[in-house]
């Protein structure tokens, strides 16, 4: 059951940070279909950072810049242009694949570079590692899975204690109160959005620096799009997003076992849990979710 | 609410548009999608310059591989015409108001079905047998399609998501059915056995291309005819420009989003059946995979408008026909095309803002 | 008391128009001035202007004796001008504490909520707002909704206040609150700027009056001892109080019976209209009309209740259906309901009939039959268009409400139901729209008017109903019209 645990908490990290970004995007009104292209590109800097210079902080950093290049593209066409962000997003996410293969092929001479550093190791907290259950759960875990968590707290405090959280909430129900309170609500929607990339692209490091020490072509798998469900379920709220995250994280988690148990459902289809568990729920909210306001409306320039 | 005194800030065509075919629009619309795609290409070259290798002789590659002799020729015209028929589908979608990006699994689930009644039927009539085998890819397809509808609709699930989740359910659906029933044993990988002759699709020699762009020519002519000419694409024009206005003209917005799904979804269903007879020959998993997010792309490169997606498939058809042959001679990774697809989406969505 | 505020020379064009021509304007402190000016008339744009928003052409404006030139609406704020918009800026999501930190730098960067909270109680107290720090803005009425805006003013120690149409949407006891509470900020050494074109409003509460048309100041004077007369004609030009002739007509049968009609917002409404008709719904917009019109033709879905036109039941009927059965609807929101702005005339003229003839040949549509009748039809209707093919966002607002007009009219319908018909248009096409309501009416067919302007309710009306919390509260017939009365019915609802 533990190890079922640890393993819902390991799939759920990547996930969780880039929840983290797209609520603060999704927040400020810009939505986070490019969290899938800012996710991978995030784990190719990783990698190709802490190969150059053999520090993996150096690797997380590259991440933040990685995740937040992409997010400067959405930005730009979405927010600057005001493109469907929707489309937008999908573009930037093909963009990263792309973009991301290549440069892995040209580090490489033409086939993909072969890069195998060692995942990051767990850092058990002392004193805290040694308690019951929750012990080796939580707090024998590696850095950025710590910083998932920390940063939910932060990013609460942050919307709904500070004034530039309230600003950035209050462009995502009504850009023109914010604009006549004094700010611009372009300029918080563009900084919204990369920040949401920089945070996106340390979930991208978790999959590529954290757990296996490498980066594979596409290899974020779709994770970007289940977040989005995940802010759904969670209602743009950093611990109910983190929730939907470990939901989803079991879920896969569950799969997982499943497929170990040999159960007489083909293979294939059990893979398809998260994926029927996500619309599932999806479905069984429908009515009741409600959006940020003004998400999705193009910010008008006199 | 109060009524603009002043000239409105939204983007409008400068020239009045003529009911029907809109070819020519006064705003430079397709100059403007051209642009954008010569900024790309210039881009993509800069990266191949910054790789180490010459940018001219990457694209004299890319081009020769494309065009070069009939045989190759015929290759892109393959590789054209799923993406063709795919982006119409979703091109109608876009149209209506509604982001469908669905068309990987219903292309995967029409190849399945298409599949399926190739193995089934026992006619040794070709053209009987093809034409029942690819109307079963397009009603798979539709069902699909339907199926995200009604999830959308009856569950008020945002459509991105019910289409995209939906892809990946629809891969490991084709997956499993190839590890059972469909599938062919010993073969090592999923795929299916190969289809009868007689459903196979005829080939155009000495280009070695396969009848389905023929096909996706005329589908896409049909649905242009559909969107200008018909009371239906009336109402979709009009529930894409503004929902109560639809609801105000009478036109019933869960009926259309359904329709226009379903369609994009046999469309789409069609695109599978033909790369499963016309290439493949059989069923083989994956085959489908990425197509999706093309006819977005090629949706958007022509405007939304079934005619000119014939064009914008096309390019990137010869883009990656081309790139292989570029990345053996050159040695420019093939990934490039998808970059310059990329980019080149990026910049038609910043310079066609609201005009489409 | 010293001068707040002077502009000189303020113009301000949007292409061809324009917008300002060269304004002057003066407010000192504790003193409320009346800005009075029809729609168009250039009202909004100069407070843009003073207020940020929009950079003026060329101008002077001196505030506090330093010029304010270039500056956005945060640096008018930090200069001491506040400005209540007609359409609040407010984000209903969050409640009033939240929406008085937004961009108020005293509140600090990380937020001191309970200090806000306090200081809220003690304003609300002072002047008599009432308001909860707490509550969420979204649940508040629009009365008290705009006082959270005045709130902010006051709190932001703010000079002068800019009030743009504050009592648009508000009930008559709702706007002697507001009045109440403007002159005890005035007291207190504020200058106010009272934006407005309804003239008793004006005339009871302001000190000086400054009349706009068409871009240029026509009339400067003090309120006291100011003719209404006088100022309408400079507001308008002529004098439009002319009634419209109505002819007396015996009703015929009854075309529209309404019973007990239930949807969110509408409380079991029950009312008959007969041909040749024209029964006018007075009221402050709010108060159930939207969802009385659309419940009608079939946009929204009544819970209960039962709706016949010429005595067969469309109540479950879809609106499709309802149109063939002759009701024709002019929907008060005419640029995204009414028209689909970015098609053409022609496409317009055919929205809502493009299942029959002569527009459509089975499934296909019919193009040259289409732009023949489309030019018909503006020829009859005197729409000013280069061509049938133009896209109607580039027609004027008239034009655009004629293109309506045309399309509901010609179907000779049984039943017409107008929200809001005339709003935003020049006197010249008010005029075409009300004559045309009124031939319909004349040819025998049944008419619902719903309008906010009492005036044009009471011009071309044979009953007169009040809307007021969702139902009529009260239904008077021409001849016993009497406005005190109706007034009184309007503010039914409490602030």
Known sequence: ?302 | MSEPTSSSPVAVPQQARRIGFRLHRGDHLFVRILIAVLLSMLCAGALVAVSGHDPVAAFVALVTGAVGSPHQIGAAFNRTTPYLLAGGGVAMCFRAGIINIGAEGQIAVGGMGTAAVALVWFDDLSAVSTVAALLGGAGAGALWAGLAAAIHLGRRVHEVLATLLLNFVALLLVQQVLAGPLGEFGAGFLQSPLLPRASWLPRISPFNAHVGFLIAVVAAALLSFTLWRTRFGFALRVAGHSRPAAAYAGFSLPLLTWSVMVLAGAVAGLAGGIEVLGLHRRLIEGFSLGFGFKAVTVALLGALEPLAIVPAALFVGLLEAGSLSMQRQIGVPSALVVVIEGLTMLFVLAATVRRL | MPELLEMRGVIRSFGTLRANDGIDLDVRGGQILGLLGENGSGKSTLMNVLFGMLPPDSGKITFRGRELSGHRPRDAIAAGIAMIHQHFMLVDAMTVVENVMLGWPAAGRVLRGTETADRIHQVSRRFGLDLDPFARVGDLPLGRKQRVEILKAILREADLLILDEPTSNLAPSEVADLLKILRSLRTEGKGIIFISHKLPEVLELCDEIVVLRDGRVTGRMPAAGASRARLAEMMVGRDVTAPHELSPRIPGEVRLAVRNITVPGLSGLSFEIRGGEILGVAGVDGNGQIELAEALTGLRRATNGSILLDAVDVTHAPVAARVRAGMAYMPADRSSTALVRNMSVAENLMLRDSDRSPYVRGVVLARLPLAAKARELMMEYDIRAPGPGVIVARLSGGNQQKIVIARELDRAPAVLVAHQAAWGLDPGATRFVLDRVIALRNAGAAVLYISSELEEVLAISDRIAVMADGCFAGLVSRADADRRQIGLWMSGRAA
């Open chain 1, 1 to 302: 059951m533990s190890d079922f645990l640890a393993a819902a908490i390991r799939i759920a990290t990547p996930l969780m940070l880039a929840a983290l970004g797209g609520i603060l995007s999704e927040c400020a009104g810009v939505f986070a279909v490019g969290l899938e292209g800012m996710m991978l590109a995030g784990a190719f800097a990783a990698i190709i950072g802490a190969w150059l210079s053999g520090s993996d902080l150096v690797g997380v950093l590259f991440s933040m810049l990685g995740g937040a290049a992409i997010a400067l593209a959405v930005a730009v066409v979405a927010v600057r242009y005001r493109a469907d962000h929707m489309v937008t997003g999908l573009t930037a996410n093909i963009l990263a694949l792309g973009l991301t293969s290549y440069l892995l092929r040209v580090a490489g001479g033409g086939r993909p570079i072969a890069i195998h550093l060692t995942p990051l190791q767990a850092w058990p907290i002392p004193g805290l590692a040694d308690l019951p259950v929750l012990g080796p759960l939580l707090f024998v875990q590696p850095p950025l899975t710590y910083l998932a968590l920390l940063g939910c707290g932060v990013l609460a405090i942050f919307l709904t204690r500070t004034q530039a959280g309230l600003t950035l909430r209050a462009t995502g129900e009504n850009p023109e109160a914010v604009f006549t309170s004094g700010a611009e609500p372009l300029r918080v929607r563009m900084l919204a959005v990369i920040a949401c990339g920089a945070i996106a692209g340390i979930g991208g490091a978790v999959l590529s620096l954290q757990q296996v020490g490498t980066f594979t072509d596409g290899m974020t798998r779709g994770r970007g799009y289940l977040v989005l469900a995940a802010l759904i379920v969670g209602r743009w709220n950093p611990w109910g997003a983190m929730a939907a995250c470990l939901f989803f994280g079991a879920a896969e988690a569950f799969e997982l076992r499943l497929q170990s148990f040999g159960v007489p459902v083909g293979s294939y289809i059990v893979q398809m849990a998260p994926y029927l568990i996500a619309l599932a729920v999806l479905a069984g909210l429908g009515r009741s979710s409600r959006l940020p306001a003004a998400i999705g409306q193009p910010i008008r320039t006199e």
